[in-house]
């Protein structure tokens, strides 16, 4: 059995409607990877070298089975613990059994691990911390998430990545996160190719919920396709790119404007609009956006990922004038460009 045939066998509500487009935000209100209400007043208390808010809100999630929140919540609180982490020790001294404690742990060691030079070795050298998370979670899928990203970074086999993330989707079968990470092991940049990630990523959106993130998968494909220029693979064609694009914009139609919780989807989606040229629905989708930038998909290439973001928006913004414009007239507004190097 193949790889993308295993991890699909392996899987087989609701966020409130929509709302009426806004207008874009002004540049200086637009936000980059703004916590939500709820992790907001974490983060301020681990500022503080206080681990309280954090462990209440972990322990919240686990209890409540609000898998999405508490993938996005420890990745969230390591990258903090990354620079700033008096207040993970601090609660690791007090509790050092705590399971959310030691899932934020090892979300931050594998984040160091990726970015060391020996980056195979050290990330195999994690592996028993890992394994023992996960495997003390009978529950939750997020540390097994953590393990489908250890095992792409560590060099692991199909046969080791199949067992894990039948792991994964056994607790929950249309966890986001998961999927994202199976995406990334079968992409061309890591072990597949652009149609193995493709047919992935498709079956996977047909099979989810009309509400779920899992729907916006193909476009997240569409993303790494475009990052690898010339389109020149007859295996995806432009309108498979478009078509993603589309899935994504009615999954996106059915979230309310400014809504922080399909923020990093929609930010991707207004990326693949952008680089296909529909700037009217580009433009609007920014609208929807409002002022939720997020790092990914902006921040690759080392590029500052709030200047990136906001001259996209500018180009989808001043893109179609420009084209209806008499040549010669008018120069429109300098200093940005569109996403450079996409």
Request: glycine residues 8%; hydrophobic residues 40%.
């Amino acid at each position: 059995m193949s790889l993308l045939r295993a991890l699909l066998g392996a899987v087989r509500p609701a966020r409130p409607g929509p709302g009426p487009t806004a207008r874009s935000v002004p540049d200086d209100d637009v936000l980059l990877d703004a916590p939500d209400e709820r992790l907001a007043p974490a983060l301020v208390a681990a500022a503080l070298a206080d681990p309280e808010p954090a462990a209440k809100l972990l322990a919240t999630t686990r209890d409540a089975g609000e898998w999405e929140d508490r993938d996005r919540y420890v990745v969230r609180l390591a990258t903090f613990a990354y620079s700033r982490g008096d207040w993970l020790t601090h609660w690791l001294t007090a509790a050092p059994g705590d399971p959310d404690a030691l899932l934020v742990t090892a979300q931050l060691a594998v984040r160091r691990a990726w970015g060391s030079p020996a980056r195979a070795e050290r990330l195999r050298e994690l592996g028993p911390l890992v394994r023992d998370v996960a495997e003390a979670a009978p529950h939750d899928p997020v540390p097994w998430r953590l393990a489908l990203d250890h095992a792409r970074g560590a060099h692991a086999g199909h046969a080791l990545f199949e067992s894990l993330w039948e792991q994964a989707v056994r607790r929950s079968p249309h966890h986001y996160g998961s999927h994202v990470a199976a995406l990334k092991y079968l992409s061309a940049q890591w072990y597949g190719s652009h149609r193995a990630a493709f047919d992935f990523a498709e079956q996977a959106a047909d099979d989810a919920a009309p509400d779920s993130l899992v729907r916006a998968l193909p476009v997240r494909a569409a993303h790494d396709r475009l990052r690898v220029p010339p389109l020149r693979d007859p295996s995806v064609s432009e309108a498979r790119i478009d078509r993603a694009a589309d899935r994504a914009l009615v999954l996106s139609g059915g979230f309310p404007v400014g809504d922080p919780w399909p923020a990093e989807v929609r930010n991707l989606l207004a990326y693949v609009l952008v680089e296909r040229a529909r700037w009217e629905e580009a433009r609007e989708e920014f609208g929807r956006i409002g002022a939720h930038a997020t790092s990914f998909p902006w921040g690759a290439g080392r590029e500052d990922p709030l200047r990136a973001f906001l001259a996209a928006r500018d180009r989808a913004g001043g893109e179609p004038a420009r084209r209806d414009r008499p040549r010669g007239t008018g120069r429109g507004r300098t200093g940005r460009g569109g996403p450079g190097g996409h």
